[in-house]
T-cell receptor, first 111, second 116 residues
Framework: GAGVSQSPRYKVAKRGQDVALRCDPI?????LFWYQQALGQGPEFLTY????????KSGLPSDRFFAERPEGSVSTLKIQRTQKEDSAVYLC?????????FGPGTRLTVL | DQQVKQNSPSLSVQEGRISILNCDYT??????FLWYKKYPAEGPTFLIS?????DKNEDGRFTVFLNKSAKHLSLHIVPSQPGDSAVYFC???????????????FGKGTHLIIQP
């Protein structure tokens, strides 16, 4: 389809494991965003890319979180040494302008 | 400190009637507002937006009203249909200095239930 896709859809990790979450944005969208959504909350901004440049990473909760978009299309959010509090749905969105179009998210559960 | 607030966690409306979802914000720098609809196990779907230079935007059954002086916006759905049952998120953004997009600030959502 032509929408934003994310993989995996579900990920279970043991505490201390590293995880990598992938986002394929809509083709041609310059802007890409990552959000974290905890249960019962709205999505919270993590980081923003314009093409391959990471222009804002102010929402990343700790230095265990790292995001990249090396070629300006696919992006990967990496979480090192996962903790229980990292359990959430991680949403990726791409944008041609003001509206952001979201993928289905990756539900991460850290045991 | 929540900058975007949706004070009603849930709302129940009869099919065919009007649904009104409310949202308040505190950051006067916000200049663009959006409503998203979310079904379980799916990402938020963009519904409708409004720029701060307008006070109303309409798209089919959906109308968003913005009251800048009150820092309040609302989403009206009329007539409400069973497929409208979902969680609705209000979101806001501020123009990024130097141009470009900005991360959205979301409310906690309102679960709308349309009763037959």
């Amino acid at each position: 389809g032509a929408g934003v896709s994310q993989s995996p859809r579900y990920k279970v990790a043991k505490r201390g494991q590293d995880v990598a979450l992938r986002c394929d944005p809509i083709s041609g969208h310059v802007s890409l965003f990552w959000y974290q959504q905890a249960l019962g909350q709205g999505p919270e901004f993590l980081t923003y890319f314009q093409n391959e440049a990471q222009l804002d990473k102010s929402g990343l909760p700790s230095d265990r979180f790292f995001a990249e978009r090396p070629e300006g299309s696919v992006s990967t959010l990496k979480i090192q040494r996962t903790q229980k509090e990292d359990s959430a749905v991680y949403l990726c969105a791409s944008s041609p302008g003001n509206e952001q179009f979201f993928g289905p998210g990756t539900r991460l559960t850290v045991l | 400190d929540q900058q975007v607030k949706q004070n009603s966690p849930s709302l129940s409306v009869q099919e065919g009637r009007i649904s009104i979802l409310n949202c308040d914000y505190t950051n006067s720098m916000f200049d663009y507002f959006l409503w998203y609809k979310k079904y379980p196990a799916e990402g938020p779907t963009f519904l409708i937006s409004i720029s701060s230079i307008k006070d109303k935007n309409e798209d089919g059954r959906f109308t968003v009203f913005l009251n800048k002086s009150a820092k309040h916006l609302s989403l009206h759905i009329v007539p409400s249909q069973p497929g409208d049952s979902a969680v609705y998120f209000c979101a806001a953004s501020a123009e990024r200095s130097g141009g470009g997009a900005d991360g959205l600030t979301f409310g906690k959502g309102t679960h709308l239930i349309i009763q037959p």
